[in-house]
């Protein structure tokens, strides 16, 4: 069964899909932390969040008054604690992008007047699933026109085709500093600036495509990946003779009708067809669940101005998305175009994956009750710059772009297998049997030294639970999240590793790795080499979150003291610091 998403439900009643859903599977009135009836309680809860946030927000308002002068001045290494805000156009200089000869730069200067965007006032549009588009021939048409016109733009003019690529070229790859600062690049992943800066990028990108042909009810497709029938290489960017192909692709994904894998790591899954998209749509089903009392967890960790020892956290929708990129990309050089972010808008269904993934952020929203992710003026102030459909120079703040009905779009609603009755649960086969039978192996604790990952010998460790049987209300409160702190990845290559969890027996694992949970990845991330030698790995440190609350239910794992936990390298070359349980305050006590 699947259920359709109506965006016309209240916020309360849509924050109830997933767990009535996982009520109506069990199959009783009451499990772990989820009340089973409809309604009810939800409004009242959702009152009560939303006051509990408008207190957060005067308490930090209060506490920034009460420092003073501190606030936004420097005080520490931690200093500054404000919007990103756009770079300064005139000041782009080389990008870490050798497969652009590190040239990505606009040709326009910084000497443009920037005004404040002009929102649109057209009819809503609707961006419907590229699978579906393709038999529309009169759209079709449309969307072939208006990117082949871009195509034939002027290569200087900012619109032209390979500028708009390269704006992400220049927001991933280093080629703009943070303003006041030399060494602090602008960079619009590993955030939660990622999914409002990708929505302003196609939102911008779609509007010139309208102009361009005159027509002001145009969208792009979505890559609709989260169904089966969208899980294969979009068609209607496959046809050599159309200005939608790029030839740099796998042309192993691309050709054949090969489902997309998730959980690519540049080697072929060799499950059947049914098996990948099972597992694709657990994967989603998964991030949603496990991430929805807590934004972050979905969309990535704060960043703030100036900021530069913090460890990078992307959210699990973009550890999602990063499988596109790389299954798209050619899989050997610099993974063109799609496997490298330099090259990755050069090819057309760059636009139309995003569109997938900026329709995941709205799914989530709407099963969160609108609620805003981040009520933090650092999110929702930040700025950034495109050229829109007028050719001006505009500056738009995260906080307009929040629903996307204010930018005049939305998605065609088709069915979210994901969100139905999947199993996603491990058959643990392991329990029927007896400790003897199992091969049980120590494991040992993490401890303090940084251990590198190797492929062929996954690295288990032990770790403590704060608290287990925590009530019900305790997991209102706060969200169980396993932490991998110091990730350093230390090649220019990709990397990959899935993580798992399962509950030991005293210090003892059996060889089951247990449940997977989600995992952390990086594109292949070329630096430039100034003096001929390539500096290896990116500078920041990464962080992984993954809420564990719902997943531990779903093992029946509530009463574990400890559990033990298996990082998989897929990919690349990794070094991580610690692992570790912690209790996170939730956003959205009102789910789990
Ligand atoms: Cu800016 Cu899919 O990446």
Not at 117 to 146: G, I, N, S
Request: charged fraction near 25%.
């Amino acid at each position: 069964m699947s259920l359709l998403l109506n965006s016309s439900l209240t916020g309360a009643s849509s924050a109830c899909l997933l767990r009535r859903e996982k009520c109506r599977r069990r199959g009783r009135g009451h499990v772990h932390g989820v009340t089973c009836h409809q309604g009810g309680n939800d409004d009242r809860r959702e009152a009560a969040r939303q006051q509990r946030s408008r207190l957060l927000l005067d308490r930090r308002d209060m506490l920034l008054g009460g420092l003073g002068g501190l606030y936004g001045v420097t005080a520490g290494p931690k200093v500054l604690a404000e919007p990103i805000m756009p770079p300064d156009l005139s000041k782009c200089h080389d990008a870490n992008a050798p497969a652009l000869d590190n040239h990505c730069c606009p040709p326009y200067s910084g000497s443009e007047t920037i005004l404040e965007y002009d929102f649109p006032a057209t009819p809503l549009r609707v961006r419907r699933p590229a699978h579906l588009v393709k038999d529309d021939q009169e759209y079709m048409d449309k969307y072939k026109e208006a990117v082949r016109r871009m195509k034939n733009l002027p290569a200087e003019h900012p619109w032209n085709y390979y500028q708009q690529a390269n704006i992400h070229c220049q927001y991933c790859n280093d080629a703009y500093y943070q303003q006041n600062t030399d060494d602090v690049p602008v960079q619009v992943h590993f955030s939660w600036i990622f999914l409002p800066w990708h929505r302003y990028y196609l939102h911008f990108y779609e509007r010139i495509l309208g102009k361009l042909i005159d027509d002001d009810t145009f969208t792009i497709p979505f890559w609709n990946w989260d169904t089966k029938d969208g899980m294969t290489f979009p068609a209607i960017f496959q046809d050599a003779a159309s200005p939608l192909y790029d030839p740099k692709r796998d042309q192993r994904h691309v050709k054949d009708g090969a489902i997309l894998d998730l959980k690519y790591a540049y080697t072929e899954n060799t499950a059947s067809d049914s098996e990948i998209i099972r597992e694709n749509l657990c994967f989603i089903q998964k991030t949603f669940k496990h991430s929805l009392s807590l934004a972050e967890l979905f969309m990535g960790d704060p960043v703030r101005a100036g900021e530069k020892e913090i460890q990078e956290a992307n959210g699990q929708l973009e550890v999602i998305h990063n499988a596109a990129h790389m299954w798209v990309g050619e899989p050997d050089g610099y993974k063109e175009n799609m496997g490298d972010f330099s090259t990755a808008a050069r090819d057309s269904v760059f636009f139309c994956h995003h569109s997938n993934v900026d329709r995941m952020w709205d799914i989530y929203r709407n099963l969160r009750g609108n609620s805003v992710e981040f009520n933090d003026k650092d999110w929702l102030h930040s700025t950034f710059l495109f050229h829109d459909e007028n050719e001006q120079l505009v500056k738009v703040k995260i906080q307009d772009c929040l629903n996307p009905t204010k930018l005049r779009y939305t998605f065609e609603q088709v069915p979210l297998p994901w969100l139905g009755n999947i199993n996603c649960q491990k058959t643990a086969e392991t329990k029927s049997k007896s400790t003897a039978e199992l091969s049980l192996k120590r494991v040992g604790e993490f401890g303090t030294t940084p251990k590198a990952l190797d492929a062929s010998n996954p690295l288990r460790v032990i770790v403590a639970r704060p608290k287990k049987n925590r009530k019900k209300k305790e997991k209102q409160e706060k969200v169980e999240v396993l932490q991998i702190k110091d990730i350093k990845v230390t090649t220019n290559e990709t990397a990959r590793f899935d993580v798992y969890v399962a509950v030991p027996y005293g210090d003892l694992a059996g060889p089951d790795y247990g449940e997977f949970v989600g995992s952390f990845v990086r594109l292949a991330h070329r630096k430039k080499g100034s003096d001929g030698t390539e500096e290896q790995g990116p500078k920041k440190k990464g962080k992984l979150k993954l809420g564990i609350t719902a997943l531990l239910e779903d093992i029946d794992a509530e009463d574990a003291d400890k559990l033990v936990v298996t990082l998989v390298l897929r990919t690349g070359s990794v070094t991580v610091g610690g692992v570790s349980i912690k209790l996170l305050q939730t956003d959205t006590p009102a789910v789990i």
